[in-house]
């Protein structure tokens, strides 16, 4: 009798390109940004995500602390500020690639928008590295940096 098995057996790590990955994240990640951006775009973006996602974006969220609801808590978030931008343009800059364990990805950004709680005009353009921990060919922690 034989045995099929569809995912990782005990503890055995799903392999992938890491700088592909890179491309695909940067992606879905840049398309929930957009103007245009619906739950859609952001549901791609989620779904490279591990349930339990930890979360990083120093110096304003410090605890990347995994917590069971971990996705639902950035979905929600990026749900309030979904459609914010007026304008959006990014650009990836480089990939760094760290054996199957990680991927950095730095990318600059030109935003212009309003923001959802306050109303007042958003408007910057900045250098973000946001460094990727992944667990079985997805991201389990987020760590974001800008210059």
Not at 72 to 84: N, V, W
Request: aromatic share 10%; proline share 4%; no cysteine.
């Amino acid at each position: 009798m034989a045995l099929l098995a569809a995912g990782p057996l005990w503890g055995e790590e799903i392999e992938i390109n890491l700088h592909d990955f890179a491309q695909q994240y940067f992606a879905a990640m840049i398309a929930t940004q957009a103007p245009a951006a619906t739950e859609k775009e952001l549901e791609n973006y989620l779904a490279l995500l591990t349930d339990d996602i930890g979360h990083t974006h120093l110096p304003y969220v410090t605890d990347d602390s995994r917590q069971p609801d971990g996705k639902e808590q950035m979905r929600k978030g990026m749900t309030y500020y979904l459609g914010a931008h007026t304008e959006y343009r990014a650009e990836l800059l480089d990939v760094f690639t760290f054996n199957n364990s990680a991927v950095a990805i730095r990318y600059r950004n030109n935003v212009k928008g309003i923001h959802p709680q306050n109303s007042q005009p958003i408007v910057y353009a900045q250098t973000m590295m946001e460094v990727l921990e992944m667990e079985n060919g997805k991201v389990a922690v987020i760590r974001k940096y800008h210059e």
